[in-house]
């Protein structure tokens, strides 16, 4: 029996719907929740990225403002621009976009971020306390990734799963989310001998890598959820097309379930955003309560 499809952008919809009505509910309190997004040099290659922000978190009830900085603004002068981002409680989120360019570190605006409004997940101590089982405003990807899972007929305590791909925002992150609910994790990697034999003893396979085909069906146990997180752009005799890590059609004749690129995780991923906006504002309205009123709520 072929693999059921998973319906990511159906998941990513009634996520939006009930952050919406958080974020209403904030709303009536004074606290709007509102994001800020930071772009740097050309903006084309995040165009779309940013677009679709903007869409979510008008569907989301979440206000958005994009902001532009040209490309040779400084480290010094953009982590200024942070700074000031951080102390304005006008502001509850900052989204660092993607690409920058190559004299502006990533990790290093990553870091400038104040946790509070690290609504991407990024910060190191967001990063961190996931080791913890401390979810929240964690690494939007990697929790995506696990909610869709969580969408599953499957009991999760117990659970054999392998990650494929070790990064610190999705491979690692997904690891240990999954080892807070239960499963047994195996991570594999570049070095890892024999990832086929990992993978085909798991009821369970995230793949985030950036090979596309990287996944095929003989690596699968028969009705085990493949949770493809790769996004790659192959060209075709057709033109170009986007692809994720899996072998889709291989990998779909084995696999219980499998999450399709795109419309899988994509989707859930800029959900999870909205919803880490909407838990920022509220983290930050109990800091102020507790600051500067005692009165934490």
């Not at 974020?23 to 772009?39: D, F, H, I, Y």
């Not at 596309?212 to 075709?236: H, Y």
């Amino acid at each position: 029996m072929r693999a059921q499809v998973i319906d990511g952008k159906a998941i990513a919809t009634r996520m939006r719907a009930d952050t919406r009505a958080q974020a209403q509910a904030l709303a009536e309190t004074g606290w709007m929740p509102r994001l800020v997004s930071v772009s740097v040099g050309d903006t084309a290659a995040a165009e779309i990225y940013v677009r679709n922000q903007g869409r979510a978190a008008e569907q989301a009830g979440v206000e958005f403002e994009t902001r532009a900085y040209p490309a040779d603004i400084s480290l010094e002068q953009l982590t200024g621009v942070l700074t000031g981002l951080n102390a304005d409680p006008r502001v509850n989120g900052i989204i660092i976009q993607r690409p920058l360019p190559a004299h502006i570190p990533v990790k290093a605006l990553q870091k400038a971020v104040h946790p509070l409004k690290d609504v991407e997940g990024m910060h190191p101590a967001s990063i961190g306390n996931i080791v913890y089982n401390d979810l929240a405003l964690g690494p939007c990807t990697a929790v995506a990734a696990v909610e869709i899972l969580k969408t599953l007929p499957l009991g999760l305590e117990g659970l054999d799963v392998t990650v494929i791909g070790h990064s610190e925002i999705v491979g690692k992150p997904i690891a240990f989310l999954m080892m807070g609910l239960g499963a047994t994790v195996t991570v594999c990697h570049h070095m890892t001998r024999s990832v086929p034999m990992h993978s085909r003893a798991s009821d369970v396979v995230f793949v985030a890598v950036g090979k596309p085909g990287l996944v095929t069906g003989e690596m699968l146990k028969p009705g085990a959820a493949l949770i493809d997180i790769g996004i790659n752009r192959v060209e075709t005799p057709e033109g170009g097309k986007t692809v994720g890590d899996a072998d889709f059609d291989s990998c779909a004749e084995v696999a219980g379930w499998i999450t399709p690129v795109p419309g899988g995780v994509g989707p859930v991923t800029v959900s999870v955003l909205m919803q880490n906006a909407v838990l920022a504002t509220r983290m930050q309205m109990e800091h102020y309560r507790a600051t500067y009123t005692g009165a934490a709520e």
